[in-house]
């Protein structure tokens, strides 16, 4: 806990140095009784401590020189800012260049105590630079290594980040286009049967209450679909209501049906079980495209035909219609369902017919 707080508060680490570095070279200059000389250079030894950090090189040099005259016209006291000068330039520097610095500054205090005959203090002065600069080194190294964790941290956070980002992005994509779905066949089938009903309310009432079961139907699928989508869930804890597939095809072509377009379904091929994004949008697609049959093609027919194949399903849906009506490219349907179908890798195919109508053929890569 301790080393933690000094390490975020380095400042008053180096006032602490500075400070004791002081009483030390103050008290051994005293004791010397050297107040002229031996005073002021040992502050300009420990004072340049407080900048170590921001100017290690220059302080490495200052101190260094300090150290140098003191020993020749003072006394050679222990290097003790020298050493922690060799240590912060070996912290802080890299290692070339820490290295060579701290090799010129024990260069010159060996060749000044060399040239004092004192071979003594030149061995353990050796040895105490050498040691600073591996404690420097070490820490050094460290640091760096620790500040490459925290970076590649930084990184795989914005990289999470930005990759939740796309996710909602295209979460919100996808339940956009499932709404446009659901929301515009079902009200196509609902203001169909609404006009049907209101055109045969006086003189057929039964029909007329065929037509409003059927909009209530549609509007009860549309709502649990929705709920499904917003992840709506009741108060009583009823379940989601289950993802619509080719399996639930009969219901929407009943529907269609019941808003007055004769829907007929042919299937060639062994049905088989089919991957949940493909089978999703193949529903889709076969919704979309009888939907904008209700919508704009003014048909009174419309075939749909799905082909299992070894490599591929083939989705199918035509009309009797006009063929202009239902043909607008820059419609939203028709830009769903070719995102729906080249997101699995398939094609898909819209435009009139030679013989009259339009046709919807997508095919999905199995």
Partial sequence: MVWNWLRRHPSLVDVGVVLALAAAYVGHASRLDDWAEGVPLAVVQV?????????????????????????????????????VAVYTVSANLGRTEGL??????????????LGLADWGRTVSDLFLFAGAWVVGDNLGTRRAYTRTLEERAERLEREREAEAARARAEEQARIARELHDVIAHSVSVMVVQAAAANDVFDTRPERAREALRAIEASGRTALAEMRRLLGVVRADGAEYAPRPGIDRLDDLVEQVRAAGLAV???????????????????????????????????????????????????????????????????????????????????????????????????????
């Fill in 264 to 366: 007929a379904v042919t299937i060639e091929g062994s049905p088989r079980p089919l991957p949940a994004g493909v089978d999703l949008s193949a529903y889709r697609v076969v919704q979309e495209a009888l939907t904008n049959t209700l919508k704009h093609a003014n048909a009174t027919r419309a075939d749909v035909s799905l082909r299992y194949r070894d490599d591929e399903l083939g989705v199918e849906v035509r009309d009797d219609g006009e063929a202009a009506g239902n043909g607008d490219s820059h419609g939203r349907g028709l830009i769903g369902m070719r995102e729906r179908v080249t997101a699995f890798g398939g094609s898909l195919e819209t435009g009139p017919k030679n013989t009259g109508g339009f046709a919807v053929s997508a095919r999905f890569p199995l």
């Fill in 47 to 83: 004072a340049p401590l407080l900048v170590r950090r921001r100017y290690p090189r220059t302080v490495l040099g200052v101190v260094t020189a300090a150290w140098i005259a003191q020993a020749i016209f003072v006394s050679a006291w222990p290097p003790v800012a020298s050493l």
């Fill in 100 to 113: 060579w610095a701290a090799a010129l500054a024990t260069l010159a205090t060996t060749l000044a105590t």
